[in-house]
């Protein structure tokens, strides 16, 4: 079986509005992938960006996989939630990226979107800090079949550092160069 370890972290987020985020992530691979040692989904602690433009989370990633093929390669499925002085949080930004196919030092640079508000009430309450709308179906965010009917603003940008080790895939065929 040939197999992928990636160890890095999510850095930080910048050019967000909101004063208080965190994120979600989740990897998501196909049906040959199984992940063997480590979480495929977390959340980062709440950042704070009063003072600039950038909320630091320095979340670690470790994760070792197992693939059967190359088929469904691994993406990196991010979701930036903003949150209030009354603990409620609401949706901020969508996005993901794909996992890259060489190994050593990467730095992913995930661009967000965010739905865009349909009416003049959606603006205000997204303003004032009652959230904005939220995905009912969140596969929509990596598999695309039906991103294309969504009206979307872009939101910020996610920084993840990973190193990715591949093993065995010579083994089988597969050469990196």
Same mark, same amino acid.
């Given at each position: 079986m040939a197999e992928v370890y990636i160890i890095g972290q999510i850095l930080k987020a910048i050019d967000f509005e909101a004063p208080h985020i965190y994120c979600k992530w989740s990897l998501q691979s196909g049906s040959a992938w199984r992940v063997i040692? #480590?979480? %495929?989904?977390? +959340?980062?602690?709440i950042g704070n960006n009063s003072l600039e433009n950038s909320s630091?989370?320095?979340?670690?990633?470790?994760?070792?996989? #197992?693939? %059967?093929?190359? +088929?469904?390669?691994?993406?990196l499925h991010v979701e930036l939630h903003a949150v209030n002085v009354?603990?409620?949080?609401?949706p901020i930004g969508y996005g993901f990226a794909h996992i890259p196919a060489r190994p050593g030092y990467h730095r992913l640079e995930i661009r967000t979107w965010k739905i865009a508000p349909t009416s003049w009430y959606d603006s205000i309450r997204e303003k004032f800090g009652g959230g904005?709308?939220?995905?009912?179906?969140?596969?929509?965010?990596?598999?695309?079949?039906e991103r294309y009917k969504l009206k979307t603003i872009s939101s910020?940008?996610?920084?993840?550092?990973?190193?990715?080790?591949?093993?065995?895939?010579?083994k089988f065929g597969v050469e990196f160069s």
């Open positions: 040692e #480590g979480d %495929a989904l977390g +959340q980062t602690v630091d989370f320095c979340h670690p990633l470790d994760l070792h996989l #197992g693939a %059967a093929s190359v +088929q469904g390669w691994p993406k009354l603990n409620k949080s609401w904005g709308l939220a995905l009912c179906k969140e596969d929509l965010i990596y598999t695309g079949i910020g940008i996610v920084i993840v550092d990973i190193n990715l080790i591949l093993y065995n895939f010579a």
